[in-house]
């Protein structure tokens, strides 16, 4: 089992470029996340999903866009990104409600 | 605003002693409160997790203590060991709404041989 896969794991971005960040869960689960962390500031939720077809707002959603086309993958894009964008992204899955978190390698975005 | 606060933001502790990693929170609403640990590099995994009805929840070297009433609880690593350092977070969430993780900022341990 793979159990959450995020692609690409380093990215480069210039001020202005769009991006889409890809997550594949294999454990079919129904819930996914996308969190960001930054030194201090612990991890903080972007966007989530409780199931295919269903997106919502977490604490830090401007600037990002997700969809959840199919029950194993959670994709988060940037269409203009900014410095202030600059993060570790982590997508993370569980099976159910307040059940273990499962989450991926993480990816390093640099926006310059 | 950070639902779940979290001290110390860092800590040493010797090989062998005990290390103690503090939370609080103000929802009452929240009814499951995780321990992740990260590794440099690597996404957070579970380490142990408690649910309300109990006060304290023990998995080997790593114990959760639970105060409901002062709204609290705290991580202790006894016997801590140099492979224990790691950054720790605590984290919560509520089953009726809201389905993520509520995490404190992290503290992070160094254990020195």
């Known amino acids: 089992n793979a159990g959450v896969t995020q692609t690409p794991k380093f990215r480069v971005l210039k001020t202005g470029q769009s991006m889409t960040l890809l997550c594949a869960q294999d454990m079919n689960h129904e819930y996914m996340y996308w969190y960001r962390q930054d030194p201090g500031m612990g991890l903080r939720l972007i966007h989530y999903s409780v199931g295919e077809g269903t997106t919502a707002k977490g604490e830090v959603p401007d600037g990002y866009n997700v969809s959840r086309l199919k029950k194993q993958n959670f994709l988060l894009g940037l269409e203009s990104a900014a410095p202030s964008q600059t993060s570790v992204y982590f997508c993370a899955s569980t099976l159910t409600v307040n059940t273990e978190a499962f989450f991926g390698q993480g990816t390093r975005l640099t926006v310059v | 605003q950070q639902q779940v606060k979290q001290s110390p933001q860092s800590l040493i502790v010797q090989k062998g002693g005990i290390s103690i990693i503090n939370c609080a929170y103000e929802n009452t609403a929240f009814d499951y409160f995780p321990w992740y640990q990260q590794f ?19 998995e080997g070297r790593f114990t959760i203590s639970f105060n409901k009433s002062a709204k609290q609880f705290s991580l202790h690593i006894m016997d801590s060991q140099p492979g224990d350092s790691a950054t720790y977070f605590c984290a919560a969430s509520m089953t009726n709404s809201g389905y993520a993780l509520n995490f404190g900022k992290g503290t992070s341990l160094l254990v020195t041989p």
């Open chain 2, 40 to 58: 440099p590099g690597k996404g957070p995994a579970l380490l142990i997790a408690i649910r309300p009805d109990v006060s304290e929840k023990k």
